[in-house]
């Protein structure tokens, strides 16, 4: 916990995969795909790492002109580089802007996330495939991307950071019963209390229930018994007085 940070500082994608950095087992394909890959960062990109912003969600028809009428207002920039498909020349949605100085660079990261070119919001952060290491693409299973839909959320970034871990081992141990033995054979014991009380209980309301069915087969038994006296008496008064 001492150690803990939003924002990873070195690219794991077990970690990536858990919204606290916690996790212990991938939950999905793409983490082992991630985690098996040998990536090794694109040799024939040119400039400086530190200063380069990665710009992404873009509107694909948003040009390199565009990008540069945008960011030179936060400083003067030195390269842009608008990712396109080799096959057809589409852009892909995003890009790399190199600014000639470090203010110029935290200004933009700072101002121009989530702004709005081309009915698009913009997605800026700072360049992680040459800047983080061990960062693996999305490509590859690995990044800072994904949809909940998808159920391949990655955190660690700057827009889905980590949660910091809840480390609550002593209370869950409590409420669960998994704490000192004392309180484990106190659990026992009670249920054992329970449960003969309960048993007791059903004792008694069937030996309740027995009286009561007696009782009533007494009373009736004794009504049949009266009103058969009755009817004796009746038939000696007749004869009387005959």
């Known amino acids: 916990m001492a150690d803990w940070a939003p924002i990873a500082k070195e690219y794991d994608p077990l970690k990536a995969g858990s919204i606290d950095g916690t996790d212990e087992e991938p939950h999905d394909r793409a983490i082992w795909r991630a ?9 024939g990109v ?3 790492p530190h200063l380069t ?5 873009l509107n694909l028809q948003t040009t390199e002109e565009k990008l540069k009428e945008v960011f ?3 400083g003067d920039i030195r390269k842009i580089r608008l990712v396109r498909d080799l096959v057809t020349g589409f852009s892909k949605g995003y890009a790399f802007v190199e600014y000639k100085e470090e203010r110029a660079l935290l200004k933009a990261h700072r101002d121009a996330n989530r702004l709005v070119i081309d009915q698009h919001e913009i997605f800026v952060d700072f360049e992680l495939e040459r800047t983080l290491k061990g960062w693996i693409p999305r490509r590859l299973g690995g990044g800072f991307g994904g ?20 480390n609550l ?13 004392e309180k484990k054979n106190w659990n026992r014991e009670g249920t054992r209390d329970w449960r003969t009380r309960d048993r007791d209980h059903e ?6 229930w ?12 004794d009504r049949d018994r009266d009103s058969r006296e009755e009817r004796s008496r009746g038939r000696d008064r007749k004869d009387r007085d005959r």
Do not use: C, H
């Open 35 to 43: 985690m098996l890959a040998r990536y090794v960062p694109n040799k």
């Open 46 to 48: 040119t400039g400086d």
């Open 53 to 57: 912003l990665f710009v992404a969600r």
């Open 72 to 74: 030179s207002r936060y």
């Open 147 to 166: 949809k909940k839909e998808s159920g391949q959320l990655r955190f660690g970034g700057r827009d889905r950071p980590f949660r910091k871990p809840i």
């Open 169 to 181: 081992p002593n209370v869950k141990n409590d409420f669960y019963g998994e704490g000192s033995s």
């Open 203 to 208: 004792r008694s309301r069937d030996k309740r």
């Open 210 to 221: 027995g009286e009561r069915e007696r009782s009533w087969a007494w009373g009736d038994g």
